[in-house]
């Protein structure tokens, strides 16, 4: 039998062995000559303590010497050697041609902070614009004039920068417009040089090459000019153009979708200044809040046929200082606007005849409650305004004293008193709508045919009435023909549906919003039908119930009616000051005396 230092030493070559033999499969494998003399294997039985131990020495020797030989024989495998990273590519604006376009975009604007974007005025939440910004920068198509300030911040010098309409915080728009020099993928304009081939006239060439590229503009050669010409004239303004609403898409926020952009503006194009009509929506449900049913429970249910009446007073050209809020920084004296249109449409066929939800200081028409409906699917309506131009929370006041008329708080001869600025220049104290049902939903910009016909709409009495323009820019939208690519410039980016199309992003945000809506439909259904059923002929406890009187309620848009206690008429309330002592005060208080009138073109200021 061996000795346990014999069966020492073979644990240690076996130990060698297996190391050898464990190294990876990609290293190849090395014989190791074991025999002292001739090619027999041999007989370790034979050796004695000492011959063992220096056999197992030689080879752990031999070993290492071949590691050591391998190793510097495969240096990239070396450690500790790390690989250089590329360096960072630096784009060239220089490079590329640009164009004026106009983008028409939408937005859901509750997470919002409204769509313009202040400097130097931190918000709790971000603001569209700064959002498409951030877009515009990160597809590189906008290359800004920072003259020296931060590339963080929000900077629109060089764009030739121009937006249409400006939204408060949570209103929404679905036709918001700007327009903006953007990059372009028309090919650079070239300059033809001459390669002289007298060798004297190499330095002029040379100068003459610095003189075109210090231009802008990238030299070739005689021969490359007729392919470059050739190119040029080859080049779709819209079908070779770069995609731009897919670009964007693909990095704004999905509450906010480019839906069109027009490749060839009008001469001296501007969202803001040729937008001569802008069209607002503001949608509630009837009834505007749950409402018990009875014979004495009419609260809740408004009078749509009121509300049109009221509406339809609206059109034409009024002073509307008592319809919206006044300014003091803008220092504006002119609140004379023209509506085109002004009323009260369904969103979907109500489930009542209007002449069954009127309702009049809480008394039902011929006595008799509506029949009942079902509280999870009320009838749908929408409040629309068309006209050239709004004032500041202009559509949210004349929202608010329509539902003052449809829940019989007021008469539709509300209107005219408040647009009755002789007799009542001083408005009243009330609360606007609430801003998340409002949405901007268009921005029309008619040809100069249009313009002609109808005038320039300057508030003056002379001027005829019309319904509004119709709008005269060319847009390519998402998924028309005019801006279908080839499939290898990525089409499958285009389309309305299909793989990355719009709707796909737009049925996601919809079909989150939709289920929320079921459930809790759905949850105010069972409660409604949960304990004991109450009937039309069932009275409902009376207002002076319990020696209580409960507080009157207003309904403003939002999710809940406003407790106001006793109800008290809006040409009753406490008046405002005139408009012009409220912009000489201000004028005062900041020393701005000879302060520039803004506003007196009749322009859109804020909604």
Not at 40 to 46: A, G, I, L, R, S
Not at 294 to 306: F, N, Q, R, T, Y
Not at 404 to 421: A, C, F, K, M, T
Not at 488 to 505: C, L, P, Q, T, Y
Request: with cysteine.
């Amino acid at each position: 039998m061996l000795s346990s230092a014999c069966r020492q030493s073979f644990s240690v070559l076996s130990t060698a062995r297996r190391s050898w033999h464990a190294r990876p499969a990609q290293t190849p494998r090395i014989t190791i000559r074991t025999m002292s003399h001739g090619h027999k294997q041999p007989d370790y039985t034979t050796y004695t303590h000492a011959d063992l131990l220096q056999r197992v020495s030689d080879l752990e020797a031999q070993l290492r010497r071949l590691n050591v030989s391998h190793e510097s024989s495969t240096p990239a495998s070396a450690p500790g050697k790390k690989l250089r990273k590329k360096a960072h590519k630096t784009f060239d604006p220089s490079k590329y041609t640009t164009r004026l376009i106009a983008l028409k975009f939408a937005y859901l604007g509750g997470a919002y902070n409204g769509f313009e974007h202040h400097a130097n005025n931190t918000t709790p939440l971000p603001t569209v614009e700064e959002e498409l910004w951030r877009a515009l920068r990160k597809t590189k198509l906008i290359f800004p004039e920072f003259g020296g300030r931060s590339e963080d911040e929000v900077c629109w010098d060089g764009c030739e920068y121009s937006k249409c309409g400006r939204t408060d915080r949570g209103v929404s728009a679905f036709g918001q417009v700007v327009g903006l020099r953007v990059r372009s993928s028309r090919p650079k304009a070239e300059a033809t040089v001459d390669v002289g081939s007298i060798p004297g006239e190499k330095a002029a060439e040379d100068d003459k090459m610095r003189d075109v590229e210090s231009a802008g503009l990238s030299p070739i050669t005689e021969q490359g000019a007729f392919e470059h010409a050739n190119r040029l004239q080859d080049w779709h303004s819209v079908r070779d153009e770069l995609p731009y609403m897919q670009l964007l898409n693909h990095v704004l926020p999905t509450d906010i979708r480019v839906l069109a952009w027009c490749p060839h503006p009008p001469p001296n194009f501007s969202a803001r200044f040729s937008c001569k009509e802008r069209r607002y929506r503001y949608f509630f449900t009837n009834p505007a809040y749950a409402t018990p049913p009875g014979p004495k429970s009419g609260e809740g249910w408004l009078d749509i046929e009121a509300m049109r009446k009221a509406a339809r007073k609206l059109e034409g050209l009024h002073d509307f200082r008592n319809l919206c809020k006044v300014d003091p920084s803008k220092q504006i004296t002119n609140f004379e606007r023209r509506v085109f249109h002004a009323d009260i449409h369904a969103v979907s066929s109500p489930r009542l005849p209007d002449s069954h939800l009127a309702l009049s200081n809480g008394d039902l028409l011929n006595g008799e409650m509506p029949p009942i409906a079902k509280l999870s699917e009320p009838a749908l309506y929408y409040f629309e305004v068309r006209g050239s131009a709004f004032l500041w929370h202009q559509v949210r006041h004349l929202v608010a004293v329509l539902f003052l008329v449809g829940q019989g708080y007021e008469q539709p001869s509300l209107i005219d008193h408040l647009l009755d600025i002789e007799g009542h220049p001083r408005r009243p104290f009330y609360d606007m709508a609430d801003d998340r049902p409002l949405v901007l939903w268009d921005c029309i910009f008619p040809n100069q045919a249009q313009l002609l016909l109808g005038g320039q709409h300057q508030p003056h009495d002379g001027i005829s009435q019309h319904d509004g323009y119709e709008d005269g820019l060319d847009w390519v939208y998402v998924g028309d023909d005019a801006g279908n690519r080839e499939p290898s410039r990525g089409a499958v980016d285009e389309g309305k549906f299909g793989r990355n199309g719009i709707m796909d992003e737009l049925w996601a945000l919809w079909q989150g919003h939709k289920i929320n809506e079921v459930l809790a439909g759905s949850l105010m259904d069972v409660v409604e039908r949960q304990g004991r059923p109450l009937s039309p002929t069932r009275d409902v406890p009376s207002d002076n119930s319990h020696n209580h009187v409960r507080s009157d309620r207003v309904f403003d848009g939002s999710e809940r009616p406003r407790p106001v206690g006793r109800y008290v008429p809006v040409m009753q309330r406490e008046k405002m000051e005139p408009v012009e002592v409220i912009n000489a005060r201000y004028t005062a208080r900041k020393g701005l005396p000879g302060k520039r009138v803004i506003g007196d073109d009749g322009q859109d200021m804020d909604e």
